[in-house]
Protein backbone atom coordinates (compact mmCIF):
# COMPACT_ATOMS: atom_id res chain seq x y z
CA UNK A 1 0.00 0.00 0.00
CA UNK A 2 1.23 3.63 -1.02
CA UNK A 3 0.31 5.48 2.23
CA UNK A 4 0.94 9.65 1.92
CA UNK A 5 1.40 11.01 5.80
CA UNK A 6 0.04 14.68 6.24
CA UNK A 7 2.09 15.92 9.47
CA UNK A 8 2.04 19.80 10.63
CA UNK A 9 4.73 18.77 12.97
CA UNK A 10 8.09 20.45 13.20
CA UNK A 11 10.82 17.93 12.43
CA UNK A 12 13.16 17.48 13.82
CA UNK A 13 12.30 19.04 17.26
CA UNK A 14 11.81 18.02 20.91
CA UNK A 15 7.85 18.15 20.93
CA UNK A 16 6.09 14.93 21.54
CA UNK A 17 3.39 14.94 18.52
CA UNK A 18 6.85 15.12 15.89
CA UNK A 19 7.76 12.10 17.18
CA UNK A 20 4.70 10.30 17.28
CA UNK A 21 4.38 11.32 13.56
CA UNK A 22 8.26 9.73 13.34
CA UNK A 23 7.66 6.56 14.31
CA UNK A 24 4.39 5.86 13.42
CA UNK A 25 5.95 6.62 9.85
CA UNK A 26 8.58 3.69 10.33
CA UNK A 27 6.10 1.78 11.84
CA UNK A 28 3.85 1.75 8.87
CA UNK A 29 6.99 1.09 6.55
CA UNK A 30 7.87 -1.59 8.88
CA UNK A 31 4.86 -3.01 8.03
CA UNK A 32 5.57 -3.96 4.60
CA UNK A 33 4.04 -0.13 3.16
CA UNK A 34 5.17 2.44 0.71
CA UNK A 35 5.48 5.63 3.04
CA UNK A 36 6.15 9.20 2.40
CA UNK A 37 5.73 11.54 5.18
CA UNK A 38 4.76 15.21 4.23
CA UNK A 39 5.75 18.14 6.78
CA UNK A 40 6.88 21.41 7.35
CA UNK A 41 9.63 23.16 5.75
CA UNK A 42 10.65 24.71 9.19
CA UNK A 43 13.23 23.25 11.54
CA UNK A 44 13.38 24.53 15.21
CA UNK A 45 16.93 22.39 16.29
CA UNK A 46 20.76 22.96 15.16
CA UNK A 47 21.71 19.26 14.31
CA UNK A 48 19.21 17.84 11.52
CA UNK A 49 21.78 16.48 9.52
CA UNK A 50 20.28 13.06 9.89
CA UNK A 51 16.52 13.32 10.67
CA UNK A 52 16.24 9.55 11.04
CA UNK A 53 19.14 9.26 13.57
CA UNK A 54 17.74 12.42 15.86
CA UNK A 55 14.57 10.03 15.98
CA UNK A 56 16.27 6.72 16.25
CA UNK A 57 14.10 5.46 13.12
CA UNK A 58 15.14 3.52 10.05
CA UNK A 59 15.46 4.82 6.87
CA UNK A 60 12.56 3.05 5.14
CA UNK A 61 10.25 6.19 4.45
CA UNK A 62 11.07 9.39 2.68
CA UNK A 63 10.88 12.54 3.92
CA UNK A 64 9.69 15.95 2.18
CA UNK A 65 9.55 18.91 2.96
CA UNK A 66 6.75 21.58 2.03
CA UNK A 67 7.55 24.92 2.22
CA UNK A 68 5.09 27.07 4.70
CA UNK A 69 4.54 30.92 3.98
CA UNK A 70 4.48 33.20 6.88
CA UNK A 71 1.06 34.24 5.60
CA UNK A 72 -2.32 35.25 7.29
CA UNK A 73 -4.19 31.69 7.41
CA UNK A 74 -0.82 29.90 6.91
CA UNK A 75 -2.11 26.75 8.27
CA UNK A 76 -4.74 26.69 5.95
CA UNK A 77 -2.67 26.70 3.01
CA UNK A 78 -0.19 24.41 4.25
CA UNK A 79 -3.39 21.94 4.39
CA UNK A 80 -3.83 22.86 0.87
CA UNK A 81 -0.42 22.87 -0.40
CA UNK A 82 0.19 19.36 1.12
CA UNK A 83 -3.18 17.80 -0.14
CA UNK A 84 -1.87 18.38 -3.99
CA UNK A 85 1.43 17.45 -2.94
CA UNK A 86 0.20 14.37 -1.76
CA UNK A 87 -2.06 14.28 -4.84
CA UNK A 88 0.23 13.80 -7.48
CA UNK A 89 2.08 10.97 -4.85
CA UNK A 90 -0.61 8.65 -5.93
CA UNK A 91 -1.79 6.97 -3.06
CA UNK A 92 -3.84 4.69 -1.62
CA UNK A 93 -4.58 6.26 1.38
CA UNK A 94 -3.98 9.76 3.62
CA UNK A 95 -2.70 9.77 7.05
CA UNK A 96 -2.50 12.47 9.06
CA UNK A 97 -3.09 14.25 12.33
CA UNK A 98 -3.03 17.86 10.05
CA UNK A 99 -6.79 18.57 9.83
CA UNK A 100 -6.44 20.66 7.08
CA UNK A 101 -4.72 19.03 5.29
CA UNK A 102 -6.64 15.81 5.87
CA UNK A 103 -9.48 17.75 5.36
CA UNK A 104 -8.33 19.13 1.41
CA UNK A 105 -7.13 15.65 0.69
CA UNK A 106 -10.77 14.17 0.62
CA UNK A 107 -11.93 17.25 -1.42
CA UNK A 108 -9.37 15.88 -3.32
CA UNK A 109 -10.70 13.05 -3.60
CA UNK A 110 -8.12 11.10 -1.68
CA UNK A 111 -9.09 8.34 0.81
CA UNK A 112 -8.40 9.74 4.75
CA UNK A 113 -8.03 8.05 7.84
CA UNK A 114 -7.56 11.20 10.30
CA UNK A 115 -6.08 10.89 14.05
CA UNK A 116 -6.86 13.21 17.05
CA UNK A 117 -5.35 13.40 19.96
CA UNK A 118 -7.60 16.02 21.23
CA UNK A 119 -11.29 17.12 20.91
CA UNK A 120 -11.24 18.89 17.80
CA UNK A 121 -12.46 22.20 19.59
CA UNK A 122 -9.55 22.42 21.36
CA UNK A 123 -7.62 23.50 17.96
CA UNK A 124 -7.12 26.84 17.57
CA UNK A 125 -6.25 27.20 14.14
CA UNK A 126 -7.33 29.67 11.40
CA UNK A 127 -8.39 27.00 9.36
CA UNK A 128 -10.97 25.89 11.98
CA UNK A 129 -12.23 29.06 12.52
CA UNK A 130 -12.34 29.88 8.59
CA UNK A 131 -14.28 27.16 8.14
CA UNK A 132 -16.74 27.88 10.60
CA UNK A 133 -17.53 31.48 9.42
CA UNK A 134 -17.89 30.58 5.81
CA UNK A 135 -19.50 27.05 5.94
CA UNK A 136 -21.62 26.86 9.60
CA UNK A 137 -19.91 23.95 10.38
CA UNK A 138 -16.09 23.33 11.73
CA UNK A 139 -13.51 21.94 9.18
CA UNK A 140 -14.03 18.57 11.47
CA UNK A 141 -17.94 17.91 10.59
CA UNK A 142 -16.84 18.59 6.73
CA UNK A 143 -14.53 16.05 7.25
CA UNK A 144 -17.24 13.32 8.84
CA UNK A 145 -19.30 13.77 6.27
CA UNK A 146 -17.12 13.17 3.45
CA UNK A 147 -17.22 9.28 1.95
CA UNK A 148 -13.80 9.51 1.26
CA UNK A 149 -12.82 9.31 5.59
CA UNK A 150 -12.66 5.92 6.03
CA UNK A 151 -11.61 5.99 9.81
CA UNK A 152 -11.13 8.08 12.34
CA UNK A 153 -8.31 7.02 14.84
CA UNK A 154 -8.03 8.56 18.47
CA UNK A 155 -6.20 7.51 21.02
CA UNK A 156 -8.28 6.64 24.06
CA UNK A 157 -11.70 5.42 25.10
CA UNK A 158 -12.82 8.40 26.40
CA UNK A 159 -12.07 10.78 23.39
CA UNK A 160 -14.10 8.07 21.48
CA UNK A 161 -17.11 8.31 23.37
CA UNK A 162 -16.71 12.02 23.60
CA UNK A 163 -16.59 12.17 19.71
CA UNK A 164 -19.48 9.43 19.45
CA UNK A 165 -21.85 11.67 21.38
CA UNK A 166 -20.77 15.22 20.49
CA UNK A 167 -21.25 14.27 16.55
CA UNK A 168 -23.55 11.49 16.54
CA UNK A 169 -20.77 9.22 14.62
CA UNK A 170 -21.23 5.14 14.87
CA UNK A 171 -18.91 3.66 17.51
CA UNK A 172 -17.77 1.85 14.51
CA UNK A 173 -16.44 4.79 12.75
CA UNK A 174 -14.00 5.71 15.62
CA UNK A 175 -11.44 3.66 16.08
CA UNK A 176 -8.78 3.92 19.76
CA UNK A 177 -5.51 3.36 19.16
CA UNK A 178 -3.69 4.39 22.13
CA UNK A 179 0.01 5.67 21.86
CA UNK A 180 2.81 3.46 21.74
CA UNK A 181 6.61 2.97 21.97
CA UNK A 182 9.39 1.07 20.92
CA UNK A 183 10.33 -2.49 22.55
CA UNK A 184 13.20 -1.18 24.88
CA UNK A 185 16.79 -2.22 24.01
CA UNK A 186 18.28 -5.67 25.02
CA UNK A 187 21.62 -5.06 27.08
CA UNK A 188 20.44 -1.13 26.69
CA UNK A 189 23.47 0.50 28.63
CA UNK A 190 22.28 2.76 31.82
CA UNK A 191 23.39 5.93 32.65
CA UNK A 192 25.47 6.32 35.89
CA UNK A 193 22.88 8.38 37.86
CA UNK A 194 24.32 11.13 40.66
CA UNK A 195 24.03 10.41 44.34
CA UNK A 196 23.87 7.76 46.94
CA UNK A 197 23.45 3.99 46.61
CA UNK A 198 19.43 4.61 47.47
CA UNK A 199 16.15 3.96 45.25
CA UNK A 200 16.07 5.91 42.29
CA UNK A 201 12.71 7.65 41.36
CA UNK A 202 12.13 9.17 37.72
CA UNK A 203 10.75 10.81 35.47
CA UNK A 204 10.65 11.47 31.65
CA UNK A 205 9.18 14.27 29.69
CA UNK A 206 7.85 17.92 29.79
CA UNK A 207 7.49 20.07 32.65
CA UNK A 208 4.45 21.64 31.62
CA UNK A 209 1.26 22.41 33.96
CA UNK A 210 -0.22 19.61 34.82
CA UNK A 211 2.70 16.99 34.40
CA UNK A 212 2.88 16.56 37.72
CA UNK A 213 6.03 18.30 38.64
CA UNK A 214 4.23 19.85 41.37
CA UNK A 215 3.50 16.34 43.06
CA UNK A 216 7.25 15.32 42.43
CA UNK A 217 8.52 18.41 44.06
CA UNK A 218 6.11 17.11 47.28
CA UNK A 219 7.28 13.61 47.15
CA UNK A 220 10.88 14.37 47.62
CA UNK A 221 10.41 16.40 50.23
CA UNK A 222 8.31 13.73 51.84
CA UNK A 223 10.57 10.71 50.72
CA UNK A 224 14.58 11.99 51.63
CA UNK A 225 15.63 8.53 51.59
CA UNK A 226 14.85 8.30 47.87
CA UNK A 227 16.42 9.97 44.69
CA UNK A 228 14.42 11.88 42.09
CA UNK A 229 15.47 12.56 38.65
CA UNK A 230 13.93 14.47 36.34
CA UNK A 231 14.93 13.96 32.83
CA UNK A 232 13.78 16.46 29.87
CA UNK A 233 11.79 19.76 30.15
CA UNK A 234 12.33 22.86 28.21
CA UNK A 235 14.96 25.33 29.32
CA UNK A 236 12.63 27.95 31.20
CA UNK A 237 10.72 25.29 32.66
CA UNK A 238 13.81 23.88 34.07
CA UNK A 239 14.93 26.86 35.59
CA UNK A 240 12.21 27.27 37.47
CA UNK A 241 11.58 24.19 39.15
CA UNK A 242 15.71 24.20 39.65
CA UNK A 243 14.63 27.36 41.51
CA UNK A 244 12.26 25.93 43.96
CA UNK A 245 13.99 22.71 44.57
CA UNK A 246 17.31 24.59 45.36
CA UNK A 247 17.10 23.53 48.69
CA UNK A 248 16.30 19.76 47.80
CA UNK A 249 19.34 17.50 47.73
CA UNK A 250 17.90 14.31 46.58
CA UNK A 251 16.25 16.05 43.14
CA UNK A 252 18.26 16.16 40.04
CA UNK A 253 17.73 17.93 36.92
CA UNK A 254 19.29 16.22 34.24
CA UNK A 255 17.71 19.04 31.19
CA UNK A 256 16.81 17.95 27.72
CA UNK A 257 18.15 14.72 26.25
CA UNK A 258 17.36 13.45 22.76
CA UNK A 259 14.19 11.06 22.77
CA UNK A 260 16.81 8.40 21.45
CA UNK A 261 18.94 8.56 24.49
CA UNK A 262 16.08 8.45 27.05
CA UNK A 263 16.23 4.85 27.11
CA UNK A 264 19.44 4.57 28.97
CA UNK A 265 17.70 6.73 31.60
CA UNK A 266 15.13 4.73 31.94
CA UNK A 267 16.74 1.99 32.26
CA UNK A 268 18.48 3.29 35.40
CA UNK A 269 15.15 4.63 37.08
CA UNK A 270 14.30 1.75 40.04
CA UNK A 271 10.48 3.19 39.95
CA UNK A 272 9.06 5.90 37.35
CA UNK A 273 6.64 8.36 37.74
CA UNK A 274 3.70 9.20 35.70
CA UNK A 275 1.87 11.97 37.92
CA UNK A 276 -0.74 13.40 35.62
CA UNK A 277 -3.07 15.74 37.38
CA UNK A 278 -6.71 16.69 35.54
CA UNK A 279 -5.38 19.46 33.76
CA UNK A 280 -2.78 19.22 31.51
CA UNK A 281 -1.12 21.89 29.06
CA UNK A 282 0.93 21.01 25.89
CA UNK A 283 3.56 22.75 23.71
CA UNK A 284 2.71 26.16 22.92
CA UNK A 285 -0.13 26.41 25.13
CA UNK A 286 -3.53 25.77 24.44
CA UNK A 287 -6.90 23.73 25.91
CA UNK A 288 -6.58 21.21 28.69
CA UNK A 289 -5.83 17.28 26.98
CA UNK A 290 -5.71 15.95 30.83
CA UNK A 291 -8.76 14.12 29.84
CA UNK A 292 -7.76 12.71 26.01
CA UNK A 293 -4.21 11.40 26.77
CA UNK A 294 -1.96 8.91 26.47
CA UNK A 295 1.25 9.72 27.83
CA UNK A 296 4.73 8.25 25.00
CA UNK A 297 6.17 8.05 28.86
CA UNK A 298 3.71 5.44 29.97
CA UNK A 299 4.28 3.26 26.95
CA UNK A 300 7.89 3.79 27.28
CA UNK A 301 7.88 2.61 30.92
CA UNK A 302 6.22 -0.58 30.11
CA UNK A 303 8.72 -1.26 27.52
CA UNK A 304 11.55 -1.01 29.67
CA UNK A 305 9.48 -3.37 32.46
CA UNK A 306 9.86 -0.57 34.90
CA UNK A 307 7.54 -0.11 38.42
CA UNK A 308 5.53 2.58 37.84
CA UNK A 309 3.26 4.86 39.95
CA UNK A 310 0.52 6.46 37.97
CA UNK A 311 -2.09 9.13 38.97
CA UNK A 312 -5.48 7.39 39.39
CA UNK A 313 -7.44 9.02 36.86
CA UNK A 314 -9.81 7.50 34.27
CA UNK A 315 -8.12 7.81 31.41
CA UNK A 316 -4.96 6.40 32.69
CA UNK A 317 -6.91 3.56 34.25
CA UNK A 318 -7.62 2.63 30.51
CA UNK A 319 -3.85 1.18 30.51
CA UNK A 320 -3.48 1.15 34.17
CA UNK A 321 -4.83 -1.60 37.22
CA UNK A 322 -3.43 -1.09 40.81
CA UNK A 323 -1.31 -3.68 41.52
CA UNK A 324 -1.16 -5.51 38.40
CA UNK A 325 0.99 -3.34 36.18
CA UNK A 326 1.53 -0.36 38.18
CA UNK A 327 0.61 1.16 41.55
CA UNK A 328 -2.21 3.66 41.18
CA UNK A 329 -1.86 7.14 43.81
CA UNK A 330 -4.21 9.81 44.52
CA UNK A 331 -3.58 12.60 41.44
CA UNK A 332 -3.20 15.15 44.21
CA UNK A 333 -2.39 13.62 47.48
CA UNK A 334 1.36 13.66 47.78
CA UNK A 335 1.21 11.70 50.84
CA UNK A 336 -0.28 8.63 49.04
CA UNK A 337 2.60 8.78 46.58
CA UNK A 338 5.04 8.95 49.22
CA UNK A 339 2.91 5.65 50.52
CA UNK A 340 2.85 3.85 47.53
CA UNK A 341 6.55 4.70 46.88
CA UNK A 342 7.73 3.18 50.26
CA UNK A 343 5.81 0.11 49.68
CA UNK A 344 7.93 -0.34 46.66
CA UNK A 345 11.33 0.84 48.57
CA UNK A 346 10.62 -2.34 50.98
CA UNK A 347 9.63 -4.47 48.59
CA UNK A 348 12.04 -5.29 45.15
CA UNK A 349 9.80 -8.21 44.64
CA UNK A 350 6.16 -6.09 44.08
CA UNK A 351 8.77 -3.91 41.68
CA UNK A 352 9.74 -6.53 39.67
CA UNK A 353 6.36 -8.30 39.75
CA UNK A 354 4.92 -4.88 38.68
CA UNK A 355 7.75 -4.24 35.80
CA UNK A 356 7.21 -7.71 34.02
CA UNK A 357 3.69 -7.52 33.81
CA UNK A 358 3.87 -4.37 32.03
CA UNK A 359 6.51 -5.60 29.91
CA UNK A 360 3.91 -7.77 29.39
CA UNK A 361 1.08 -6.24 27.89
CA UNK A 362 3.19 -3.49 26.79
CA UNK A 363 4.83 -6.11 23.94
CA UNK A 364 1.48 -7.31 23.31
CA UNK A 365 -0.79 -4.69 22.32
CA UNK A 366 1.34 -1.22 22.62
CA UNK A 367 4.31 -1.72 20.48
CA UNK A 368 4.48 1.27 17.16
CA UNK A 369 4.47 -2.10 15.29
CA UNK A 370 1.53 -3.56 16.50
CA UNK A 371 -0.48 0.29 16.26
CA UNK A 372 0.16 0.68 13.17
CA UNK A 373 -0.77 -3.27 12.46
CA UNK A 374 -3.63 -2.59 13.98
CA UNK A 375 -4.76 0.80 12.38
CA UNK A 376 -4.53 -0.90 8.90
CA UNK A 377 -6.22 -3.82 9.48
CA UNK A 378 -9.19 -1.51 10.94
CA UNK A 379 -9.14 -0.24 7.63
CA UNK A 380 -9.77 -3.70 5.84
CA UNK A 381 -12.49 -4.35 8.16
CA UNK A 382 -14.67 -1.24 7.08
CA UNK A 383 -14.03 -1.60 3.69
CA UNK A 384 -14.83 -5.12 3.35
Known amino acids: MKLVYISNSIIPSR ?17 GHDVTLLAPDISTEKSEDDIYSYYKVGENFKV ?22 AKKLKPDIIYGRDLAGCFFSSMLGLP ?13 SLSRKLFTSLFKNPIFVLLLKSKYLKNLVVITHSLKEHYVKEYNLSSDKVYVAPDGADSHPEGVNAVSLPGEDIIKVGYVGHLYQGKGMGIIYELAKLCQWA ?27 HGYVPHKDTNKYIEAFDVALLPNQKNVGVHGGGDNIGQWTSPLKAFEY ?3 GKAILVSDLPVLRELFVD ?34 KAKEQFLKKYTWSKRAENILEQLQRTES
Not at 112 to 124: C, G, R, T
Request: hydrophobic share 40%; with cysteine.
Open 323 to 356: NENALLCQHDNPKDWSNKLLKLNKNEALRNNLGK
Open 112 to 124: VIFESHAPVKNEN
Open 302 to 304: MSA
Open 15 to 31: TANSIHVMKMCNAFANN
Open 64 to 85: QKLKQKKLFGKSLLYGLNAAVA
Open 227 to 253: EFHIVGGMTKDIETWKEKCENLTNIYF
